[in-house]
């Protein structure tokens, strides 16, 4: 069975029938789906929990989520849902998907009260989408040849490249990852080959460190496309081909999928480059049984620069991550810390203002592994782990997106 069933069966064992109280003007409930659930899941749950998205069930209508309102209930109250790592206690983010107590505590009032509907005329229009694209029509969609998921098993990160086809450097404003078939894509990384380099074989189980290095988008469920500020862009250089890394899941039978990637274009290159940067080590040895083995990397800034965002990165006995910057003066400031790392949800935490690291400022990451039968997702507890691509092995990297001072400030006039 695998981890989205797991998800899904005991959403359904929780969701168990809740007695239903009955509205009369002598006992009217105080918490009602129509005036006060409806808004906090249209806002904080849709974008995911809707037709046509990743997640098991759609969250839109009453009918919809009243099979479902215990488990609502207690996947909210243990902050388990929306996914959201971050320890409140350092730093600001600006895709923050944490719900305020308040908000867990209306749900929950509303479970406890039976899960009342409430008077249609309370109900909020139901929230629109763009159909398809999230980031509007690309200028660009490129796609990566189809391939057949099969039915059962364990399947190894996948690899599978696409010529750009640019004939001249090319600054992208937007990006966005669209699986082909969301029922069996678990998580998709898009990296920038440059020219000249070899890509790896179509399909094969093995990628490179350029594949590594140079990451241009990744996307989970609850992902949805981004349009960078005006002023910065990534750039992709002519000739570059882009490599799909690919992790699906085996749903019962065979299914083909597709996945694409849509750019927009700048239409004037923009004053300063986004910039994907590491902290890694691969030379750890996680041993068998073993809890709470720690790992870090570090890395220092070879100049001024503007931190962006941050995106830990393990595999299924990752346990914690922190990032800590030690700046040239001696002072440390932690900047995230993950207690509870899940590799089914790989997230990136924009900061909510970017973070000016000087140059001589070492990025510290530690993070922990559990190893032992205490991991419900450790795939095989009496093995010695090493690095690896496949899930089954390890990775400990600290990834981070920067703007270097050097560039040019960006100006009114450069916006797309």
């Not at 037709?51 to 009453?62: D, K």
């Not at 909020?124 to 980031?135: C, K, N, R, T, Y």
């Not at 085996?250 to 996945?259: H, L």
């Not at 922190?322 to 790392?341: F, H, K, N, Q």
Request: glycine content about 6%; proline content about 10%.
């Amino acid at each position: 069975m695998n981890l989205k069933t797991v998800a899904v069966a005991a959403l359904a064992l929780a969701g168990s029938v809740i007695p239903v109280a009955a509205d009369s003007p002598a006992t009217a409930p105080s918490v009602t789906f129509t005036k006060d659930v409806a808004p906090i899941l249209h806002r904080r749950c849709a974008q995911c929990h809707r037709p046509t998205q990743m997640a098991p069930m759609s969250l839109l209508t009453y009918s919809q989520v009243r099979p479902w309102a215990k488990a609502i209930k207690q996947r909210v109250v243990k902050r388990e849902m929306p996914p959201w790592f971050a320890d409140p206690a350092h730093g600001k983010f600006a895709n923050d998907a944490s719900l305020p107590q308040e908000e867990i505590d209306t749900i929950a009032a509303w479970v406890d009260e039976g899960a009342p509907k409430g008077d249609d005329k309370d109900l909020p229009p139901l929230p629109e989408f763009v159909d398809g694209w999230s980031i509007g029509e690309p200028d660009v969609v490129l796609s990566m040849p189809e391939y057949t998921v099969p039915a059962s098993g364990t399947i190894p990160y996948l690899y599978f490249s696409v010529p750009t086809n640019f004939t001249a450097d090319t600054w992208i404003a937007g990006l966005e990852i669209r699986p082909g078939n969301r029922k069996v894509v678990h998580h998709v990384i898009v990296s920038v080959l440059d020219p000249g380099r070899e890509p790896p074989a179509q399909g094969s189980t093995v990628g490179n460190v350029d594949v590594i290095r140079n990451q241009l988008a990744g996307t989970t469920p609850n992902k949805p496309g981004m349009i960078y500020p005006p002023g910065i862009g990534r750039l992709v250089k002519a000739g570059s081909s882009l490599v799909f890394q690919m992790h699906y899941t085996a749903i019962g039978k065979e299914v083909i999928d597709r996945t694409s990637i849509g750019l927009k274009i700048a239409k004037t290159p923009p004053a300063k480059q986004v910039r994907t940067g590491l902290a890694l080590n691969s030379k750890f040895v996680l041993p068998p049984g073993e809890p709470n083995t720690e790992v870090r990397s570090a890395v220092t800034t070879s100049e001024d620069i503007h931190l962006i965002s941050l995106t830990p990165h393990m595999h299924f006995r990752g346990k914690d991550f922190t990032y800590t910057a030690v700046y040239p003066d001696g002072r440390s400031e932690i900047l995230l810390r993950v207690p509870d790392y899940d590799f089914n949800w790989q997230l990136s935490y924009v900061l909510a203002t970017p973070r000016a690291l000087p140059k001589g400022t070492r990025i510290d990451c530690v993070a922990h592994f559990d190893n032992s039968s205490r991991n419900p997702a450790n795939p095989d507890p009496a093995a010695e782990v090493r690095w690896g691509d496949q899930t089954w092995e390890e990775m400990m990297i600290g990834f981070y997106t920067f703007t270097r001072d050097a560039e040019a400030t960006a100006t009114p006039e450069e916006e797309r």
